[in-house]
């Protein structure tokens, strides 16, 4: 504790115990608050030992003495009376040579079946003042207020009970993680064994770290914990015996939630506001608190705090300023609390507050990361034409939730879509960050339209200039679904999967390739079949790889897992997408996930060559009439003679644009999917911009007429020039 321990004195005084042999190896010796007597001494009654003791019960020790002060005796009789006594564990006299040497006091007090302490006969020595009347009623428990049943043993109350209370209470308080967590092992290790209720108020909102609060102080109830009247007898803490016309304290029968105050505002200057800045906490009796518990539980508070020295206010203090207060509360009938309760009442109150503002700083760091990550990685995944996507992300740990695994799909000009799945080494905050700086560098690279080999030789060198330990795997695939094939590069990556539409789950062989930030590799795609109603799976190696398993085996169970599910659906109906990705997870058992896992589902459903038109125009003058025409055919063969009149203008203006700049054939596409989308491209790497033309201009007003008829329009650069398109919504 602060200033003051509470230890339980090595040396005491001993007496023989009533109703024990003395020759017990066990020990028959009770701690006394008087010496052994001389013979023709007189014992000091129990009555007069102090405080409210109860007759029977083992009187506290004395506050501020020293253990060891020497006991002043009287000139007669050679005992302490009054104030001049001395405390209770005092050294015998130096020529006291017939007393016992100190041995530890017993646990318990042995009483007859009739609730008296009296000795057996033929026990002899027994101090007369040690022992209860037979017609006086047991003492009760000072930590329970619950009188012993007959025949069983009188708890008695030592310092030791204290500090063995306050360790487990605040190891209770140290397990909490969060701030629920935190509150809740505060109530629970509290209530029923050092209080009977307690009021948790923190600040609303909870300041973090070395942030200055801005605006008044205002506490919070935040929680709040008793023990409902009829299930006293349950938890072993029943009141004693009250006359049948002696009504309970009106706080035992009402919630303490709907009783207290919710939020109190600590006016500055006030009573309040003085108990919170002294820290140290105080009787409900005190000067200080009178005014205070008020202020803090509102109107409410008369109903909630009982008299008497049965509430302690425990100002909750973090690192840096008051973060709260607990109040603590017994009942009328249970023994009040001692002086020495206000340093255990300390004790709660600084463990609890370090560990809220521990749990503070720990939410804001877990806010962080997952803001970072969230960032990080794609929020939507975009729904490019012929394919579906689905993705999931799982962080290796609650207590790392950021990691370096992402996954992207990016569409590319001519419907078609990047696909790619990438881990940085570790899952950390610098990994995440080193994630995000590579999957924007993809991104860009993915918008030259650059092959996929390019696209991881531009990321190698990135990695390497971000550092020489900053390695990292990653796949990158482009799929078109016009000509259904998709080409593939691999950096160190484990191998992607296909499910075949008919159930049959394909490991693709790609060339496996060296780690991004190596350097000095070249990178090998290959381009392979995708046939409509396939499923590609990209994952990162967290899936795949554990303690217990490693790679290849980890594979196999994916693509048996795969098969599997399959089976289910049929041979003419493919797995449902999100339900894979499922299933896909299911497969990790409790222990068997190390790393981060980021996963990326594709189904390819294609676009069939009847809904594809495609034609290669001449750069001159008569082109622009030329497409006006076979987009005319193209729609009355599709049955969407409605859209001709938009088609025809929009498809004249931007094919004449390219032709005025262009020096090689000019390709016109039309796609029929969910909606009409009309693709023109050239070989100028120039990107047209929307402007506004005046009304002298000659031109200028094509790209005005796109973006207003259009459903949505825009322009790629590729490596061999540039795409122009638009879409159209199909009525």
């Keep these: 504790m602060d200033s003051t321990r509470v230890t339980e004195h090595p040396t005491s005084y001993e007496r023989p115990q009533p109703g024990v042999d003395p020759a017990d190896p066990r020990g028959a010796l009770l701690r006394t608050s008087t010496p052994a007597h001389a013979p023709g001494t007189t ?23 020293k253990p060891d002060a020497p006991q002043g005796t009287g000139p007669d009789t050679g005992t302490g009376t009054g104030t001049d006594a001395g405390p209770e564990h005092a050294q015998p006299a130096a020529e006291d040579t017939g007393t016992h040497r100190p041995r530890p006091a017993p646990d318990a007090i042995p009483v007859q079946p009739d609730g008296s302490a009296q000795p057996p006969e033929g026990v002899s020595g027994a101090d007369p003042a040690a022992t209860t009347e037979p017609d006086a009623p047991a003492a009760p428990d000072r930590r329970t207020g619950q009188g012993p049943s007959p025949g069983q043993p009188t708890p008695m109350r030592r310092d ?84 049948a016309a002696q009504q309970p ?47 803090l539980l509102g109107a409410g508070g008369d109903l909630v705090i009982p008299s008497g020295q049965r509430a302690i206010l425990a100002p909750l203090r973090g690192r840096r300023r008051v ?6 509360l017994r009942r009328p009938e249970r023994i009040p609390f001692e002086t020495d309760d206000l340093l255990v009442a300390a004790q709660l109150a600084t463990h609890s507050a370090l ?42 740990a609650e207590t790392a939730r950021v990691g370096g ?28 960050a080193i994630m995000g700086q590579l999957r924007t560098t993809a991104q860009t690279l993915a918008g030259l339209d650059l092959p996929p080999q390019e696209v991881l030789h531009h990321l190698d060198e990135q990695a390497q200039r971000l550092g020489t330990d900053r390695m990292a795997t990653c796949l990158y695939a482009v799929y078109d679904p016009v000509s259904h094939r998709i080409t593939i590069a691999n950096a160190g990556h484990p191998p992607p999967v ?20 190596v350097g000095g590799v070249d990178f090998e795609a290959v381009e392979l079949d995708a046939p409509a109603g396939a499923t590609l799976l990209l994952y990162t190696d967290g899936l795949v790889e554990s303690r217990l398993r490693d790679v290849w085996t980890g594979i196999e169970q994916l693509r048996e897992k795969l098969a599997a599910t399959a089976q289910l659906t049929g041979p003419d109906h493919p797995p449902p997408l999100e339900a894979l990705c499922d299933e896909v997870l299911d497969m990790l058992g409790p222990g068997d996930r190390d790393d981060d896992i980021a996963l990326l589902a594709a189904r390819f459903d294609g676009i069939a060559p009847s809904d594809v038109a495609y034609w290669f125009l001449e750069p001159e003058d008569a082109a622009p009439g030329k497409a006006r025409r076979l987009a005319r055919r193209a729609l009355a063969r599709w049955g969407m003679e409605d859209l001709s009149d938009s088609v025809e203008l929009l498809v004249s203006e931007v094919v004449t644009n390219a032709v005025r700049y262009a020096s090689r054939p000019v390709t016109l596409r039309l796609l029929r999917t969910d909606v009409l989308r009309c693709e023109v491209g050239d070989d100028v790497p120039q990107l047209p911009r929307l402007r506004q033309a005046r009304a002298t201009d000659e031109g200028g007003r094509g790209l005005y007429l796109v973006n207003r008829l259009a459903r949505r329009w825009g322009a790629t650069r590729l490596s061999t020039g540039k795409v122009v398109w638009f879409e159209l919504n199909r009525t």
């Design 160 to 243: 030791g009970d204290r500090l063995r209370f306050v360790g487990a209470a605040t190891r209770r308080i140290a397990r909490g993680l969060d701030l629920d967590e935190i509150v809740m092992g505060l109530c629970r290790a509290t209530v029923p064994t050092f209080s009977d209720a307690i009021l948790v108020y923190l600040r609303d909102p909870l300041p973090v770290g070395d942030e200055r609060p801005t605006g008044p102080l205002v506490l919070r109830l935040r929680r709040t914990d008793r023990i409902p009247v009829e299930r006293d007898s349950e938890a072993g803490f029943a009141p004693l015996p009250q006359p």
């Design 323 to 328: 973060i709260g207060a607990a109040v603590f």
């Design 249 to 295: 304290e009106p706080w035992e029968l009402a919630e303490l939630s709907t009783v207290a105050a919710e939020l109190c505002e600590v006016r500055t200057g006030g009573a309040l506001a003085e108990v919170l800045r002294g820290v140290r906490p105080v009787f409900a009796d005190a000067p200080a608190a009178r005014a205070a518990l008020p202020e």
């Design 355 to 396: 560990g809220i503002d521990k749990a503070v700083l720990y939410d804001r760091e877990a806010y962080i990361a997952d803001e970072l990550q969230r960032t990080m990685l794609p929020e939507t995944l975009p729904r490019p034409t012929g394919v579906r996507l689905a993705s999931r992300y799982l962080p290796a």
């Design 43 to 65: 014992a000091l009654p129990a009555q007069a030992r102090g405080g409210d003791t109860p007759p029977g019960a083992a009187a506290p020790c004395a506050q501020g003495r």
């Design 498 to 517: 296909l499910l075949h539409l008919g159930g049959r789950a394909e490991v693709l062989r790609v060339p496996p390739g060296a780690p991004i930030g």
């Design 405 to 432: 695994d992402w996954y992207d799909a990016i569409p590319l000009p001519g419907s078609r879509v990047a696909l790619v799945v990438g881990d940085v080494m570790g899952h950390s905050m610098t990994s995440a």
